[in-house]
């Protein structure tokens, strides 16, 4: 039997920098704030060294919004937060210009995506040509006004919210925007004793609207995470690894139960978080079960269930785990 190797003992990105804190560094501060939620929070830790942006889909009320501030508030970075209506702009995003009479001149007044953590909330309340405002800003982290191209911050990510039980008043997203998320991340309910350890926090003084009561703060900087991502690009992949990335990805489209298959990108969105989730874990190669664990997040979005599949109440992670069954994993 193959086996994948342990951390090499080469000089490489992992030498200087204990990684085995990077977890405890990030997830440690949010999920004592946001309680329930451990594998919603790592996804979203996976997307920050990434650097990607996600969806972040669950009911109102289990933390969404929480787990955002508190990573903010863990990795020293900006947080902003827009709330999506149906009448929400595209210049409401990226700004707009507006005439100085004393300079006589036009004068540029940033929107708020010139931010570093930013929550989309619900934006599938805005019409498709706001929502498409954002696909500059998330692709190529840049918005262009008036003809003018101007550079978001370095640590610029999107993390959006939808209600996945209200559709009313809501505007679908569209597959092209949807393509650009990393991750879709499904935050359920947390157990009995996570919402109890909750009101135990609320009797000792907590507030979600304080981020002064989330505890200590500052677990990293914004500076810290740039090093972190770099070391991200350092993490091995083992072309057996690669390839089976590859036949994952491919084997959605060959999928009767699927309209829509996965594209190319989602083949380079699931190698980033497998590299993303190995230097989390500490490590410095990829595994099979990196993969496993990360299609589902990676992938729920970028696939679609045929019409006879929705209406059998099939569901897509489902599908996904028996497409994953049916695929041999590198050993």
Do not use: C
């Amino acid at each position: 039997m193959t086996e994948f190797p342990d951390a090499g003992t080469e000089p490489g990105p992992f030498d200087d920098t204990p990684i085995d804190s990077v977890a405890d560094r990030i997830l440690g501060p949010v999920n004592t704030v946001v309680r329930g939620q451990s594998s919603a929070v790592r996804q979203m830790a996976v997307t920050l060294l990434a650097g990607g942006h996600a969806l972040l889909e669950g009911v109102p009320g289990t933390g969404k919004t929480l787990a955002v501030r508190a990573l903010a508030r863990t990795l020293g970075l900006d947080f902003g937060r827009v709330q999506f209506t149906p009448d929400l702009m595209p210049s409401d995003l990226v700004g707009v210009s507006i005439l100085d009479e004393r300079r006589t001149e036009f004068t540029y007044r940033p929107g708020p995506l010139f931010t570093e953590l930013l929550l989309a909330d619900e934006i599938n309340r805005a019409p498709a040509k706001t929502q498409s405002a954002l696909l500059e800003a998330m692709e190529e982290r840049q918005v262009t006004v008036d003809g003018e191209s101007r550079p978001l911050p370095a640590a610029f990510t999107v993390f959006a919210t939808q209600n996945p039980v209200e559709y009313e008043g809501t505007y679908p997203l569209p597959e092209a925007q949807l393509d650009r998320f990393l991750m879709k991340i499904v935050i359920g309910y947390p157990t009995e004793e996570a919402e109890e350890e909750m009101l135990e926090r609320y009797a000792s003084g907590f507030r979600a609207n304080d981020v002064e009561t989330f505890g200590g703060a500052g677990g990293m900087t914004a500076d810290e995470l740039a090093g972190h991502r770099g070391a991200v690009d350092g993490v091995h992949v083992d072309e057996r690894i690669r390839r089976y990335i590859t036949q994952v990805v491919r084997a959605t489209r060959d999928d009767p139960m699927f309209a829509l298959g996965a594209s190319p990108r989602s083949a380079v969105a699931l190698f980033m978080a497998v590299r993303a989730e190995a230097y989390l874990s500490g490590r410095d190669f990829a595994t099979p079960d990196d993969v496993k664990d990360l299609a589902f997040p990676v992938l729920r979005h970028r696939v679609s269930l045929t019409p006879d599949a929705a209406v059998e109440g099939r569901d897509t992670d489902h599908e996904l785990r028996q497409l994953l069954h049916t695929l041999e994993a590198p050993r």
